[in-house]
């Protein structure tokens, strides 16, 4: 059976687009709603050139995600660059089925505040020699829920908060539907690496990615 998603967006949608990629027709899992928090989303225009229904949601109003998302049968919820908090009644009712993708290695340079470039910026002001990519299981709190998958991207001499952005941004765009495609398989999501589909990923992405956490509905703690 096809998995439901829906996708939430904010802005400019690349990491939808990639999904949109390797969720090509006959694949397991298919994007069905496109939701964002911001009728100007640039990332709007990728829903809209596949005739993918694209809904702009009250962040606050937890009804209508629920009702949304119920009437469309989601199966998998996934924030793609989605920039505010999931209503809480939305997160239990869709425990272990809500995936993020962050810009860098959780539970480092996560939570309130820490999105875009802000991310990049304060890793190179920090002197880390390493940020990445962390695919997590969403709860009630910025960038907490237990961690899917992760991969390391090096920082290197002379980067700059764009540059390293850039490079972060195309790992997510392998890791991510790595990870969905994981999920489809498995019927939920899985922590990558135990999934049937791992050799499905991208070349370069399954050898690098790393897993913190074999039981994903156990929750991390992050900052505040
Ligand atoms: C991504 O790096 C995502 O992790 C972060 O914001 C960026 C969104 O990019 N939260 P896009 O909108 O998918 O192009």
């Given at each position: 059976?096809?998995?439901?998603?829906?996708?939430?967006?904010?802005?400019?949608?690349?990491?939808?687009?990639?999904?949109?990629?390797?969720?090509?027709?006959?694949?397991?899992?298919?994007?069905?709603?496109?939701?964002?928090d911001?009728a100007?989303a640039?990332?709007?225009?990728?829903?809209r050139?596949?005739?993918?229904?694209?809904?702009?949601?009250d962040?606050?109003?937890?009804?209508?995600?629920?009702?949304?998302?119920?009437?469309?049968?989601?199966?998998?919820?996934?924030?793609?660059?989605?920039?505010?908090?999931?209503?809480?009644?939305?997160?239990?009712?869709?425990?272990?089925?809500?995936?993020?993708?962050?810009?860098?290695?959780?539970?480092?340079?996560?939570?309130?505040?820490?999105?875009?470039?802000?991310?990049?910026?304060?890793?190179l002001?920090?002197?880390?020699?390493?940020?990445?990519?962390?695919?997590?299981?969403?709860?009630?709190?910025?960038?907490?829920?237990?961690?899917?998958?992760?991969?390391?991207?090096?920082?290197?001499?002379?980067?700059?908060a764009?540059?390293?952005?850039a490079?972060?941004?195309?790992?997510?765009?392998?890791?991510?539907?790595?990870?969905?495609?994981?999920?489809?398989?498995?019927?939920?999501?899985?922590?990558?690496?135990?999934?049937?589909?791992?050799?499905?990923?991208?070349?370069?992405?399954?050898?690098?990615?790393?897993?913190?956490?074999?039981?994903?509905?156990?929750?991390s703690?992050?900052?505040?």
């Amino acid at each position: 059976m096809t998995m439901r998603i829906a996708v939430a967006i904010s802005g400019r949608g690349s990491n939808l687009e990639s999904l949109l990629r390797a969720l090509q027709p006959g694949a397991p899992a298919a994007i069905v709603l496109v939701v964002t928090d911001r009728a100007e989303a640039a990332g709007l225009a990728h829903a809209r050139s596949r005739n993918i229904p694209a809904m702009v949601l009250d962040p606050a109003d937890a009804a209508a995600w629920l009702e949304l998302l119920g009437e469309n049968q989601i199966d998998l919820l996934v924030l793609a660059g989605y920039l505010r908090l999931v209503p809480a009644p939305v997160v239990a009712a869709y425990r272990g089925r809500i995936i993020n993708t962050h810009p860098s290695l959780l539970p480092a340079f996560g939570g309130r505040g820490m999105y875009g470039e802000r991310v990049h910026q304060a890793v190179l002001e920090s002197g880390a020699r390493e940020t990445g990519v962390t695919i997590h299981l969403v709860d009630e709190v910025y960038d907490r829920g237990a961690v899917l998958a992760q991969q390391r991207v090096p920082v290197l001499r002379g980067d700059t908060a764009e540059r390293l952005a850039a490079r972060v941004l195309e790992v997510e765009h392998r890791l991510l539907p790595a990870a969905v495609l994981a999920a489809a398989a498995a019927g939920r999501p899985v922590v990558l690496g135990e999934s049937p589909v791992t050799s499905h990923q991208s070349p370069g992405t399954s050898h690098q990615s790393r897993t913190r956490d074999k039981t994903p509905n156990s929750g991390s703690p992050g900052k505040p």
